[in-house]
């Protein structure tokens, strides 16, 4: 029952220690293996342990009373039918769905069984930007600023299988990078020689020795323009001849960073969303009249490491943040109303979001927020409580204490906040500027299509899945 209402997996090993598989044997063994255990006529495998006394009445109803207790939690108003449907075919048809087949008519006809199809289907759409035929596969990358993006993105891509050189100021500034890259591979890739044959590819250099012979670099320092663009002219003279040059930047245009370059046309965007490791959606940026070269090759890359590839054109915020903030903005400004962050979080993680967006801004940085905020707000006042706590120093999860106190890495929340204690229509209000940005975005070029920014939007943002996206969500409910 975990299993299915997880969707986690098991490996081979594992699944023969539940009882999943009658035995683990090599390949060429397989068919002697199966046609022994049939002709052995030995009765099938059940569950043993707790898993055979969770099967007999009156556990069974105690563990569904508890499973579907602990999915209301998680998904309150019932979005995804699917989860309490798995515990009813358990408890009282033993998990064959044949015997309600009104149920599993149930699912495959509701909305979010059909919106799910679609995401999947905008999935699959991203995954293709990333195979670009023809395009040699990069083999050494090189990034420059081991911060928390520029270490994580170095880290990730020596997960993948690439030659990472990472470069900053001293040996001081990269460790950090270098010890959460070996959290990472021990949590990612069980087997320890997997995991230090990956940290071995992750190679310090502050003196920069990568440069020359990486395929792809990526500079991911302060976003100061004048900073970026000093290192792109000593970085330039050093560079492979058919190397390309890459920014992280999440706000700064390519236009502005290009200037000084002897070829413009091979600084890209590259833009990686923070935790790297979580987040898949890399957003691959061009600016107007590009050929189109440099595009297809940072979106092979994207695909290379495992990420999904969002083509945008050149435009502030591009397409995630430039959602993102207004919705923010608007949630800030329902606390100047007098509505509790708790409360406006409870209600956004009630819609569907994975997170409230006053966590979120948190998370992000108060900071980065006012300065998302202001480069899109057309010169609104910034709402009143992020002002006050910006004065105060606090920004948010970085500086201990935002809209929320911070503790051992997670909010600290008064308790009682829930859903019903939210004004009637607060998760709408909050999300239109989402949605209305997001059209906007569609209708200025930055993004291809209505589809594109749907997929974005959820691939960058979590937005809630069962909805299809939010030009989608707000045309069936229009």
Not at 245 to 265: F, K
Request: glycine share 10%.
């Amino acid at each position: 029952l975990d299993m299915m209402l997880t969707g986690r997996g098991a490996d081979a090993r594992r699944a023969a220690a539940l009882g999943l598989a009658d035995a683990r044997v090599p390949p060429r063994l397989l068919l002697a293996a199966a046609r022994q255990t049939v002709l052995s006529k030995k009765p099938p495998r059940r569950a043993r342990g707790f898993g055979a006394l969770a099967n007999l009445w009156p556990l069974k109803l105690l563990v569904a009373n508890r499973a579907r207790k602990q999915i209301a939690a998680k998904d309150p108003l019932g979005h995804y039918p699917a989860a309490p449907a798995i515990v009813t075919l358990w408890e009282k048809h033993g998990g064959n769905a044949l015997q309600a087949p009104e149920l599993i008519d149930g699912i495959i006809s509701s909305d979010t069984a059909r919106n799910l199809l679609r995401v999947f289907r905008l999935q699959e759409r991203l995954k293709a930007n990333g195979k670009q035929p023809g395009v040699t596969p990069a083999r050494h990358v090189h990034v420059v600023g081991a911060g928390v993006m520029g270490g994580d993105i170095a880290a990730w891509c020596a997960l993948k299988g690439m030659t990472v050189t990472l470069q900053d100021q001293d040996m001081a500034r990269i460790a950090p990078a270098i010890k959460r890259a070996a959290t990472l591979y021990a949590r990612r890739l069980k087997d320890p020689r997997l995991a230090r044959a990956a940290f071995d590819r992750l190679i310090p250099d502050p003196a920069g020795g990568g440069v020359p012979l990486a395929d792809i670099i990526i500079e991911a320092i302060s976003e100061q323009p004048e900073a970026k663009r000093a290192l792109y002219a000593s970085l330039e003279p050093r560079m492979k001849a058919g190397a390309l040059l890459a920014t992280n930047t999440s706000s700064l245009s390519l236009e502005t960073l290009r200037t000084g370059l002897a070829r413009p046309e091979r600084l890209v965007g590259i833009h990686f969303f923070n935790p790297v490791a979580k987040m898949p959606l890399v957003e691959v940026v061009h600016a107007e009249g590009d050929a189109g070269d440099a595009t297809a090759r940072a979106c092979a890359f994207v695909g290379q490491i495992d990420k999904l590839a969002l083509p945008v054109k050149s435009a502030p915020g591009f397409l995630v943040n430039a959602v993102l903030a207004p919705y923010m903005l608007q949630a800030m400004r329902s606390v100047d109303e007098g509505i509790a962050p708790e409360t406006i979080d409870a209600a956004m993680v009630a819609f569907g979001m994975p997170m409230g967006p006053l966590e979120l801004a948190d998370t992000v940085g108060l900071d980065i927020a006012r300065a998302a905020g202001e480069e899109l707000a057309g010169g609104a006042e910034p709402p009143r409580c992020l002002a006050e706590r910006l004065a105060r120093g606090d920004l948010g999860k970085k500086s201990g204490k935002g809209f929320y106190t911070w503790r051992d890495g997670k909010p600290v929340k008064q308790g009682g906040a829930s859903p019903a204690a939210a004004p009637a229509g607060l998760a709408e209000r909050l999300i239109q500027p989402l949605v209305d940005a997001t059209r906007q975005r569609v209708q200025a070029g930055v993004v291809a299509d209505a589809d594109l920014a749907d997929a974005g939007v959820i691939f960058g943002t979590g937005f809630a899945p069962f909805t299809g996206g939010p030009l989608h969500y707000q045309g069936s409910n229009a």
